[in-house]
C-alpha cells in the first residue's frame, strides 16, 4: 500500500528548501520502490494569505489522513501585524497540538566535515552527538490561562501559565528513556527546579519513569546551567530531555554546535509514531528568495521522516551518507562556508545530494 506525505513548504525560505528536500525524497523513494504519494497543503503565512487562518481546516483534514507531514517553514514579518490569534507560527503550534504530537527529537550531531564552521573550537565539538528530546504540545506554550491583560491600575500586564500534568511528563519520558537505549543510555532532565514547581513535579515523574529503565543513567540538570555546559562540554550529554521553551531555546544553542542550525532536522511524533518533519531553523525571511539558504536541515528531516514513520532505514541512511558525502566534496552554502571550501546555492546543493542519492 502507498504511504501518504503531506508536504506544506510555508513561508519564505520554505518553498526553497521543500523544493530540494522533495527532490531527494522522490528520488530514495524510486531507488527503494517505497511508493510513496505527495500531496500538498498550507500551513502559516501562506496559509493566512490564501484561506485567512494559518491552519486551515482542509490542511488539518488532510494532515490527520496522511501517514506523515513534511514542513519547510512558517512566518515572517509580513505577518508581524496581524492579530495575535492569526500568527503564522499559531498554525504551527495548532497542527502540533491537534495531532499531539508531543515528543520532538532534535539531534545535534557534528558532521566532522563541518567541524570548522562551528564557533567552539573544534577539539570540543568534534564527535558531537547529542538528541535533544522536547516536550512539544505542553509548557508554557499551552498553558491556560495566558493572555494580556488591564491591571486596576490602567497598566497592562502579559501572563502564561507554565503547567505539566503528571501523565505529559511520563510520555515524554518514557520516549527519552526508550530513545536512550538505542544509544550511549543516559538521559539527562533539563528543569529548572529551584525555582519553579512546575519542574519540580517533572524532576519527580522523571525519577519515577527511570525506576523503568534501570539500564539506563539518569541525571538532572538546571536549564541554566545546561545552556553553559552546552556551550562549554557539550559531549557529556547523550538524549536530554526537556519541557517545551527549554527545549525551544537549547535546541538552537546546540544547532550552533554543529555548524549551522541549517543543518538541523526535527522530527514530532504522536503515541503511534505518527510525524510531523521539519528542520529547526525558521524561515529566514532576510536571504529568502537569493539561493543562500542551506536545504540540508530539511533534506535531514526527510531522513528522519523515512527512519521514524516511513519504515525504511535503509532510504534514510542513505540520504546520510550522502549528505555527508558532498560536505566531503567540500560544497557549502554562506552558514556552513569557510575557508578552502566550495560556495554553493540552494539548489546546487539540493542537486548534490541527489547526484550523490542516485549513485549511492
Ligand atoms: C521551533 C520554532 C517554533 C517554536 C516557532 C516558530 C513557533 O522556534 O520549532 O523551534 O518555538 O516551537
Ligand atoms: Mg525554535
Same mark, same amino acid.
Given at each position: 500500500?502507498s504511504? *501518504?506525505?503531506?508536504?506544506l513548504?510555508g513561508?519564505?525560505?520554505?518553498?526553497?528548501?521543500?523544493?530540494?528536500?522533495?527532490?531527494? !525524497?522522490q528520488?530514495?523513494?524510486? *531507488?527503494f520502490?517505497?511508493?510513496?504519494? #505527495?500531496?500538498?497543503?498550507?500551513?502559516?503565512?501562506?496559509?493566512l494569505?490564501e484561506?485567512g487562518?494559518p491552519?486551515?481546516?482542509?490542511?488539518?483534514?488532510?494532515a490527520?489522513?496522511?501517514?506523515?507531514i513534511?514542513?519547510?517553514a512558517v512566518?515572517?514579518?509580513?505577518?508581524?501585524?496581524v492579530?495575535r490569534h492569526?500568527?503564522?507560527?499559531r498554525?504551527?503550534?495548532?497542527?502540533?497540538?491537534?495531532l499531539?504530537l508531543f515528543?520532538?527529537l532534535?539531534?545535534a550531531?557534528?558532521?566532522?566535515?563541518l567541524?570548522?564552521a562551528?564557533?567552539l573550537k573544534p577539539?570540543i565539538?568534534?564527535?558531537?552527538?547529542i538528541l535533544?528530546v522536547?516536550e !512539544?504540545?505542553?509548557?508554557?506554550?499551552?498553558?491556560?490561562p495566558?493572555?494580556?491583560?488591564?491591571?486596576e491600575?490602567?497598566e497592562?500586564e502579559?501572563?502564561?501559565?507554565?503547567?505539566?500534568s503528571?501523565s505529559?511528563?511520563r510520555?515524554i519520558? &518514557?520516549l527519552?528513556f526508550?530513545?536512550a537505549? *538505542?544509544?550511549? *543510555?543516559?538521559?539527562?532532565?533539563?528543569?529548572?527546579?529551584?525555582?519553579?514547581?512546575a519542574t519540580?513535579?517533572?524532576?519527580?515523574?522523571?525519577e519515577e519513569v527511570?525506576k523503568d529503565?534501570p539500564?539506563?543513567?539518569? /541525571?538532572?540538570?538546571?536549564?541554566d546551567?545546561?545552556?553553559?555546559?552546552?556551550?562549554?562540554?557539550?559531549?557529556q550529554?547523550d538524549?536530554m530531555?526537556?519541557g517545551?521553551m527549554?527545549g525551544?531555546? !537549547?535546541s538552537?544553542?546546540a544547532?550552533?554546535?554543529t555548524?549551522?542550525?541549517g543543518?538541523l532536522p /526535527?522530527?514530532?511524533?504522536?503515541?503511534e509514531g505518527r510525524?510531523m518533519?521539519?528542520p529547526c &531553523?525558521?524561515s529566514a525571511p532576510?536571504i529568502?528568495?537569493q539561493g543562500?539558504?542551506?536545504?540540508?536541515?530539511?533534506?535531514?528531516s526527510v531522513?528522519?521522516?523515512l527512519r521514524y514513520? #516511513?519504515g525504511s532505514?535503509?532510504?534514510?541512511?542513505?540520504i546520510e551518507? /550522502?549528505? /555527508?558525502a558532498?560536505?566531503?566534496?567540500?560544497?557549502?552554502t554562506p552558514?556552513i562556508?569557510?575557508?578552502?571550501?566550495?560556495l554553493?546555492?540552494?539548489?546546487q546543493m539540493?542537486e548534490?545530494?541527489?547526484?550523490?542519492?542516485l549513485?549511492?
Open positions: 500500500m504511504k *501518504k506525505v503531506l508536504v513548504p513561508d519564505y525560505i520554505g518553498p526553497e528548501i521543500m523544493t530540494e528536500a522533495v527532490k531527494v !525524497l528520488a530514495v523513494s524510486e *531507488k520502490e517505497l511508493d510513496i504519494e #505527495l500531496e500538498y497543503g498550507l500551513l502559516g503565512g501562506a496559509a494569505d484561506c487562518v491552519l486551515p481546516d482542509e490542511t488539518l483534514a488532510r490527520r489522513a496522511v501517514d506523515a513534511l514542513l519547510g512566518g515572517g514579518p509580513k505577518w508581524d501585524k492579530e492569526l500568527r503564522p507560527e498554525g504551527l503550534l495548532a497542527i502540533r497540538s491537534e499531539q515528543g520532538n532534535r539531534p550531531i557534528l558532521y566532522p566535515q567541524a570548522a562551528s564557533s577539539e565539538v568534534s564527535g558531537l552527538d535533544i522536547r !512539544l504540545t505542553g509548557g508554557i506554550y499551552f498553558g491556560e495566558r493572555g494580556i491583560r488591564t491591571l491600575n490602567g497592562r502579559g501572563f502564561n501559565t507554565y503547567k505539566y503528571e505529559e511528563v510520555r519520558a &518514557h527519552a526508550d530513545l537505549r *538505542k544509544r550511549d *543510555k543516559r538521559v539527562c532532565s533539563v528543569d529548572k527546579s529551584n525555582v519553579l514547581e519540580v513535579l517533572w524532576r519527580e515523574v522523571m527511570g529503565y539500564d539506563i543513567e539518569l /541525571s538532572h540538570i538546571y536549564v546551567n545546561a545552556a553553559m555546559q552546552l556551550v562549554m562540554q557539550p559531549k550529554f538524549v530531555v526537556t517545551n527549554f525551544d531555546i !537549547l538552537d544553542a544547532a550552533m554546535l555548524g549551522s542550525i543543518m /526535527s522530527a514530532s511524533l504522536d503515541q510525524g518533519y521539519e &531553523h525558521g532576510d529568502a528568495g543562500k539558504a542551506n536545504p540540508l536541515a530539511t533534506i535531514l531522513a528522519m521522516m514513520t #516511513l532505514a535503509e532510504a534514510a541512511q542513505t551518507d /550522502s549528505v /555527508s558532498v560536505l566531503d566534496q567540500g560544497l557549502r552558514d562556508f569557510s575557508d578552502g571550501t566550495t554553493v546555492n540552494t539548489t539540493g548534490a545530494v541527489l547526484a550523490a542519492v549513485a549511492a
